[in-house]
């Protein structure tokens, strides 16, 4: 079911605010844009969830940009809020996965990252991964080679 969309005026408000935040990350001024985007964030009326669109996008961006910026505890933090505005608090939708997990290897987390890519393919299959994503798919598996099984050794 679609969620409500926020007030037209609200909306331009916000829309004004991001088209300036565009323009500063064209730029190459990640740390104002992000601060830009986040004025536009303040705007959605709470809870921020009930609302068409915004909370979702933005929220997916801040993971973005705080993985650009190399800030984990910031990134996490907006993991967790992306995740409650795509209604997913179990960490099963596709897109809030591959959000997490890109951030996260961006980060150089492999540790989290290689659990949220097993986890697409454990919830979605190979197909889970397509285009550029593909690379993250043998990643897994490289990482998978890697590490020990989880059978005995040495016929303990």
């Not at 979605?124 to 798919?137: K, V």
């Amino acid at each position: 079911m679609r969620k409500p969309q926020i007030d037209v005026t609200i909306r331009t408000e916000i829309d004004n605010l991001l088209e300036r935040s565009a323009k500063l990350f064209a730029s190459g001024a990640l740390q104002s844009s992000l601060s830009v985007a986040l004025e536009a964030w303040d705007l959605i009326p709470e809870p921020k969830e009930a609302w068409d669109f915004y909370g979702q996008s933005l929220s997916a961006g801040f993971v973005v940009d705080y993985a650009d910026l190399g800030d984990k505890k910031s990134c996490q933090k907006w993991v967790e809020i992306m995740a409650h505005m795509y209604d997913d608090p179990n960490h099963e939708d596709h897109y809030v996965l591959m959000q997490e997990g890109e951030a996260m290897y961006k980060l150089g987390d492999l540790e989290r990252a290689f659990y949220v890519f097993s986890r697409i393919e454990e919830l979605y299959g190979p197909q889970g991964f397509e285009g550029e994503q593909r690379a993250y798919l043998a990643f897994i598996k490289e990482e998978r080679a890697k590490r020990p099984t989880n059978g005995s050794q040495d016929g303990e």
